[in-house]
Structure formats: C-alpha cells, structure tokens
C-alpha cells in the first residue's frame, strides 16, 4: 500500500515538472536554442546547486560573477594608474 502511494507521488511530481518544461517551452521567446534554453533552465539551475550543496564548490553562476567583478577591479586599477 505505501509503496503504491509512493510511486503515485513520484509519478505526479515526474508529470508536474515535464508539464513545467512543455510550458516554459511554448511561452519562451522565438528561436529553437532560446526555446530550449529557457525551458530547461530550472532543471539546470536545480542540478547546478545540488552540485554546489554536495562539493562545497562554487556553482557556474558565482564562478562568473566573481570573475567579472575581478576582470573590473583590475581594470579600474589600470585605470587609476593611467591618469584617467
């Protein structure tokens, strides 16, 4: 019996996401890439921080921000040096 209800909710939840996926597919913007992209974004995003949760890693998200914020710091550095 609650194997029975266990597999119902697994079976639910399978549905619910793969209907999240087919909806976010047709509101998303023209173009096959973006489409896809946008659909399956969520499904990424959620394996990315399962990733981060168990390594202790940064995820690709932090990872680029940090380097951006690093690129900028150092060109406001060379910046300042140059007399501008």
């Avoid at 619910?16 to 969520?42: C, M, N, Q, T």
């Amino acid at each position: 019996m609650l194997g029975a209800v266990a597999g119902w909710i697994g079976a639910a939840l399978v549905a619910a996401i793969a209907i999240g996926v087919v909806v976010r597919f047709v509101r998303a913007p023209h173009g096959i890439r973006s489409r896809l992209r946008h659909a399956f974004s969520p499904i990424g995003a959620a394996g990315e921080t399962y990733q981060r949760l168990h390594t202790g890693q940064a995820g690709l998200q932090e990872s680029l921000i940090e380097a951006v914020a690093e690129q900028e710091a150092g060109a406001a550095g060379r910046e300042g040096r140059s007399g501008r």
